[in-house]
């Protein structure tokens, strides 16, 4: 695998030398979407399977996560470079209850590359806080984003709430667990599996 060393940094929690590996890879050329998919994401699905066998515990997740947080840091103005522009002011948080945001924080770096202005509140985002925000930002699109079955629920409430509020904005949801039924079910504009998805349904919908 081309980005071993990359993929290894994280599921052997380097966090003192990721940074230099990720630059070092740059270096030699290697192309930044390898890094983030067979490097920082692949790695980061393994650590999620052995999690689920049991052989992993929170704490190595976490540890995991800051690792390929810092391996972000490190792509991201590559990221940024590297895609045509766009407008549009996308307000985007991880649902009530969940406090995932390495997801969150991949797709707002891909809407950001595309051209976006990303206002990002964060995690464990209550529903009103969305529409303070879309208001005060004037925002065309809302991203929410939860990892968990039971953070599900709080992403049907905050689109309950938007859409009650009647602003004029598309809603976009994803994470792993949410599929397109169920953004359907619950009433969402549009559904992205992944972080490019993110930036195609951003594009379409202020297009
Ligand atoms: C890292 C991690 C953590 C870290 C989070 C650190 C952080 N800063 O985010 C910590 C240790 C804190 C954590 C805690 C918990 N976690 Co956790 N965690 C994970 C893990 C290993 C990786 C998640 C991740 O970052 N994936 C990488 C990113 C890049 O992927 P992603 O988030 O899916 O995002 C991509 C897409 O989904 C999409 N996307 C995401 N959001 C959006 C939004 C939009 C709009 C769009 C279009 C697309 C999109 O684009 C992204 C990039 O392509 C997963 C397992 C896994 N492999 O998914 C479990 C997992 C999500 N966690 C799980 C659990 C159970 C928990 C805990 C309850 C554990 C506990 N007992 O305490 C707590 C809950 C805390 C809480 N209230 O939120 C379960 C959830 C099970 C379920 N069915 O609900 C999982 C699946 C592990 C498992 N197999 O059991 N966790």
Known sequence: MAVLEVYEAITGYNLAS???????????????????????????????SRFSEGELFVPEMLMAAKVMQ????????????????????????????????????????????????????????????????????GAQVIALSALLTTTMPAMEGTVATLKKEGLDVKIMVGGAPVTRNYANKIGADGYGEDAPGAVLLAREFVD
């Open 70 to 137: 810092a391996g972000l840091d490190v792509i991201k103005p590559r990221l940024l470079e590297t895609d045509i522009r766009a407008k549009g002011i996308i307000v985007m948080g991880t649902v009530q209850g969940d406090l995932h945001d390495i997801g969150k924080n991949l797709v707002m770096m891909m809407l950001e590359g595309g051209g976006f202005e990303v206002i990002d509140l964060g995690v464990d985002v209550e529903p009103r806080k969305f529409v303070a925000a879309a208001k005060e930002h």
């Open 18 to 48: 990721v940074a230099e590996i990720v630059r070092q890879e740059l270096d030699k050329g290697t192309d930044v979407s390898a890094i983030l998919n067979e490097g920082l994401i692949a790695a980061m699905d393994d650590v999620g």
